[in-house]
């Protein structure tokens, strides 16, 4: 019979190494951590630039610093295992992972706590459905990064990258360090989705022109790209005829969103939140199915990774807690819900017990806002919390630690908002 | 590099590895040639992978023969060469008097060509079928003859069996010229040199009148039509449907339909562009307006979230509008097989035995002492039970590591399918013969490793590992330097 894990974590990334860290400091004995790749350190090991770690390690380090540094953490660990080139086929609701890799073939691996650090993925070219034919030339900006900054080829020579997200503005000035010519970033939002960092950073300084309300009508090329059409967009984000321009490249980034990465979490039958399109978790980032938690992008897509990590501290405690029978019991359940401005919170819900407890929402806007604002949480007719903000954009994640004291005393649903100044 | 045969096949679609797989088990010589990099890269890898039942073609026509017989001839083959078909059944949707009017035109029609089984339900029963159907069709056509099928995978099948039984094909191969040797046969001239041959066979799809006229046959000539396609990710399919479903149809084509494919995704599709250029295959958005208009006609509440991927394919129209099957009218020793538009992939193997019986006929050529059935064994991974899988991975580590997350590929399927009898040689021949890149991240993380992959597998520089066609290189050495 095969071996009980304490808690076994899926996907070795910084939330699979960060949960596996904070397992371990809350006294689970044997953790398994599985990992698809070759080595662990997730999607960070292709992110050479640096701003990671400013948070949580504060000191700044580029991406791979930034795994190394979650993986010097548990390497030596003896309660923690690694296994690479590990891909999860199944996990069960009795807390079986199915799982290959070409050394051990098939395991069936029980653990008394799940931890599901999966991860996100890009959306593609199909899925926003651009006109034109299908030549080579037309890469996510995430496959393409790894092959210029892991493999050590580049796409093409003149690039062009659509969608303003941080990835596509990070590759743009990789693109441009590389020698290439980057022929202009389009966005089709009338405002940027990256951090205000990277457009000065990677488009300014590097002179790369940002179309604002533009997207692509038409990729050209039959074999390879020879260009693209381009149009305005209007509020509704369809094009608008008679604004029609090319642009003469090779090849074409898409930096158009990501996806959590849940197809496990499905095949678990988990409750889904249809915005985050992750599970829905509790403050301890345990989800609808008792014993499984998730936490970081798999749960919803974060700017940072430094959060990412902050979410996995939770998961990982907690997930330990109930391994070891340590968890507290909840009494009551209270729903966090959004409210004006507010698109996503997480967690979507509290379950309570008697005693006081830390809980950190992690939350996203619905539109850029300016002036004097005000972010509450009330509970009822309650302010559990409120913050003032100069500034808040949907592509940046706010983060935020209701006050402990109040928490056990809470007794109706929240509401998080962000109130614009009158 | 000049080489002798006894017939030379142009065009690796779907006809052209049917006919080679037909041909090699005479004792003749073989060769195929193709232009693309690999085989099934026209309208093979675009269509509604569809075998029809043979309703649709009219009485008598070579589409309706073909149909028919092609559609018995899959069910002889399917365990033979281990294709991949599911006979699903099909439904054409009546949402109107006229149209109900219509099918019944077809359910008489599709009798008097020899399909079996026709029924007319009513509108409950096929909502029963189909649960997302919209409640405005009054009744509709049952075929339970139709099914869906994976072109590629059964070109490939083909091709394969046709190399076993000693058959030559050539990709990147291009015919540029056909001459008349001295004395007796052809001297087809290729990109690859010139190939000496008795007999030569047109499957060249939509370039078929080029290469009849290169011959000196003028009589018919080809117009292209382009279909455009939205394919949908597995999750919608509870959405969509499970078999096959049309609208009434118009006069040039069945409609644009919703169906699934054999992999459990599901696509809206095709509409009819008639265009000039055999090759622009570009998807516009009028289009996909179109489709998702059409579509939307059969199943009203459709999935736009989980569109994967769009793509277009042109069929090879003939002027007759019938298939051009049998030895060129002016041209001895040449054999057509043009005009292959829908039906073509389910009357493949019709069309194939047709031109095998004529070709053996005036060659004098038998059936080969040994002819070599079925074609090497392919493990699919993610079908096998558990002990199966630990079976392979003991046997061979690399059936342990998962390239293709979203399908569950191997690196073990991966390099089983570039070393397989005419084998995977570009980043899309991979995914047609084992749908690593074909999930709802579209390559976006097995990309680079595929690329890898063949690479190594073929021993070629990354640079010159291609997506699809001739010249689709994907990556390039570093600007200021290659790789150290």
């Not at chain 1, 992690?362 to 100069?390: A, W, Y």
């Not at chain 2, 008097?112 to 089984?117: H, I, K, P, T």
């Not at chain 2, 455009?228 to 118009?250: N, S």
């Not at chain 2, 562009?273 to 208009?293: F, K, L, N, W, Y």
Request: charged fraction near 25%; aromatic fraction near 4%.
């Amino acid at each position: 019979m095969s071996e009980i894990y304490d808690v076994i974590i899926v996907g070795g990334g910084p939330a699979g190494l960060t949960a596996a860290l904070a397992a371990q400091q809350n006294g689970a004995k044997k953790i398994l951590v599985l990992e698809r790749d070759r080595e662990p350190g997730g999607i960070l090991q292709q992110c050479v630039h640096n701003g990671f770690g400013l948070h949580h390690f504060k000191e700044e380090l580029t991406g791979p610093g930034y795994a190394q540094r979650c993986y010097d953490l548990v390497k030596d660990l003896p309660e923690v295992e690694i296994f690479v080139d590990t891909m999860v086929l199944e996990v069960r609701k009795d807390k079986t992972v199915c799982a290959i890799n070409p050394k051990r073939g098939v395991m069936e691996l029980r653990g008394k706590s799940i931890i599901l650090t999966m991860g996100c993925r890009e959306r593609t070219r199909g899925a926003i459905r651009i006109p034109g034919t299908r030549p080579a030339g037309v890469y996510t900006a995430g496959a393409a990064q790894r092959m210029v900054n892991m493999e050590g080829y580049i796409p093409g020579k003149k690039i062009v990258i659509l969608g303003s997200g941080d990835i596509g503005l990070i590759m743009a000035r990789r693109m441009s360090l590389e020698g290439c010519k980057v022929q202009a970033v389009l966005e089709i939002c009338p405002f940027s989705n990256g951090l205000t960092r990277n457009i000065v950073q990677c488009l300014n300084d590097y002179d790369i022109p940002l179309h604002l309300s533009h997207t692509i009508v038409a990729i050209h090329g039959k074999d390879r790209v020879t260009g693209i059409t381009v149009a305005k967009v209007d509020d509704k984000m369809r094009s608008i005829p008679g604004t029609e321009f090319e642009i003469d490249c090779d090849t074409v980034l898409l930096s158009v969103g990501l996806i959590p990465e849940n197809e496990l979490s499905n095949g678990l039958g988990l409750a889904m939140h249809p915005l985050t399109s992750g599970p829905i978790v509790d403050q301890r980032r345990e989800t609808s199915e008792p014993g499984i938690f998730a936490a970081g992008n798999v749960v919803h897509v974060h700017d940072l990774v430094d959060f990412v990590s902050d979410e996995a501290e939770i998961a990982g405690k907690f997930a330990a807690k109930a391994a070891l029978g340590e968890d507290s019991k909840a009494s009551h359940d209270l729903a966090v819900t959004t409210g004006e401005n507010i698109r996503t919170c997480v967690p979507q819900h509290l379950r309570l017990g008697s005693e006081a407890e830390k809980v950190r929402l992690f939350m996203r806007v619905t539109r850029p806002m300016r002036g004097k604002l005000k972010l509450k949480v009330m509970s009822g007719d309650e302010e559990v919390f409120s913050k003032p903000l100069m500034i808040a954009k949907p592509s940046e994640m706010i983060a935020v630690d209701l006050p402990e004291a109040k928490i056990g005393a809470l007794s109706a649903d929240l509401v998080v908002s962000l109130e614009e100044g009158k | 590099m000049e080489r002798k045969t006894d017939v030379v096949v142009i065009g690796g679609g779907i006809t052209g590895t049917a006919i080679l797989a037909a041909l090699a088990r005479l004792d003749l010589s073989c060769v195929l040639a193709e232009k693309e990099p690999d085989i099934a890269a026209g309208t093979t890898k675009a269509n509604s992978a569809i075998l029809h039942a043979g309703f649709d073609a009219p009485t008598g026509s070579m589409k309706a023969k073909m149909n028919v017989e092609g559609n018995r001839l899959y069910h002889e083959l399917q365990n033979e060469l281990n294709l991949n078909i599911e006979w699903t059944g099909s439904l054409v949707c009546a949402t109107t008097e006229e149209e109900e009017a219509q099918i019944k035109e077809l359910k008489a029609r599709g009798e008097a060509n020899g399909v079996l089984g026709l029924e007319i339900w009513d509108g409950g029963k096929v909502r029963e079928k189909e649960p997302n159907l919209s409640s405005a069709i009054r009744s509709a056509l049952w075929a339970p003859t139709a099914g869906i099928c994976w072109p590629f995978g059964m070109a490939a099948a083909f091709a394969e069996n046709a190399v076993e039984n000693g058959a030559e094909i050539l990709r990147d191969c291009e015919v540029t010229g056909i001459r008349f040797a001295d004395g007796k046969g052809f001297a087809v001239e290729t990109t690859q040199g010139a190939i000496h041959a008795k007999y030569v066979v047109n499957a060249a799809g939509v370039f078929a009148d080029k290469i009849a006229a290169m011959a000196g046959d003028t009589s018919f000539s080809i117009h292209p039509r382009k279909g455009e396609y939205i394919l949908f990710d597995k999750t919608a399919q509870d959405k969509l449907v499970k078999g096959i479903v049309f609208p009434a149809p118009t006069k040039t084509t069945k409609g644009i339909l919703v169906c699934a494919t054999t992999h459990g995704n599901t696509f809206i599709g095709p509409n009819a562009q008639d265009q000039d250029s055999r090759e622009d295959t570009a998807v516009t958005t009028p289009g996909m307006d179109e489709i998702i208009a059409g579509a939307k006609k059969l199943v009203p509440e459709l999935p736009m979230g989980a569109a994967i991927t769009q793509f277009a394919g042109i069929r090879a129209v003939s002027d007759t509008n019938d298939f051009i099957v049998g030895e060129s009218k002016t041209v001895k020793g040449l054999y057509h097989a043009a005009g292959i538009q829908s039906p073509g992939l389910t009357s493949a193997p019709a069309i194939a035995k047709l031109l095998a019986e004529e070709i053996a006929k005036v060659s004098g050529a038998k059936s080969k002492a040994n002819v070599k059935t079925g074609r090497p064994a392919q493990p699919v991974f993610r079908e096998l039970p558990a002990e199966e899988q630990a079976a392979l991975i003991a046997k061979d580590a690399r059936y342990g590591r998962v390239i293709c997350r979203c399908e569950t590929i191997t690196e073990g399927e991966i390099v089983d399918a570039i070393k397989r009898p005419c084998g995977a040689r570009t980043v899309d021949g991979v995914k047609r013969r084992t749908r690593a890149g074909m999930g709802r991240c579209q390559g976006g993380f097995c990309g680079p490793r595929v690329i890898e992959i063949l690479s190594r597998e073929l021993d070629i520089p990354v640079p010159k590992v291609r997506k699809d066609g001739a010249d689709s290189y994907m990556y390039e050495e570093k600007l200021g330097g290659g790789r150290k």
